[in-house]
């Protein structure tokens, strides 16, 4: 099971840190990532890590601005955001994946898990 957590309202240039707790079967974690989804629009790939290793992914409209981290012993993951923008207001979702897929990351499909969802909401 996924736990995200850490939205909220800030205003334009702030910043926010989002939680992703996993528990359960936690060992057969392969890649956590972080996925939105704007109003009227389709979920999409944001950040990624996998499970062993420190290299992140993200998409263009966020480097620099996000970084992603995680704390193995406690099986969380977080998601840092900066400079936030409007067009960052979104719910965000954390989610797994078991197992390599040659799409890598950004595959919605591929994820097997999925949190609740915490929504992001920036203010101009």
């Known amino acids: 099971q996924l736990q995200a957590s850490g939205g909220g309202l800030v205003q334009a240039g702030g910043s926010v840190r989002l939680s992703c707790a996993a528990s359960g079967r936690t060992g057969n974690i392969y890649a956590m990532s972080w996925f939105r989804q704007a109003p009227g629009k389709d979920r999409e790939f944001v950040a990624g890590?996998?499970?062993?290793?420190?290299?992140?992914y993200y998409t263009d409209s966020v480097k620099g601005r996000l970084t992603i981290s995680r704390k193995n012993a406690e099986n969380t993951q977080y998601l840092q955001m900066n400079s936030l923008k409007p067009e960052d207001t979104a719910i965000y979702y954390c989610?797994?994946?078991?197992?390599?897929?040659?799409?890598?990351?950004?595959?919605?499909?591929?994820?097997?898990?999925w949190g609740q969802g915490t929504q992001v909401t920036v203010s101009s």
């Open positions: 890590m996998y499970w062993t290793g420190n290299s992140a």
């Open positions: 989610a797994t994946k078991r197992r390599f897929t040659p799409s890598g990351l950004a595959q919605e499909s591929s994820y097997m898990a």
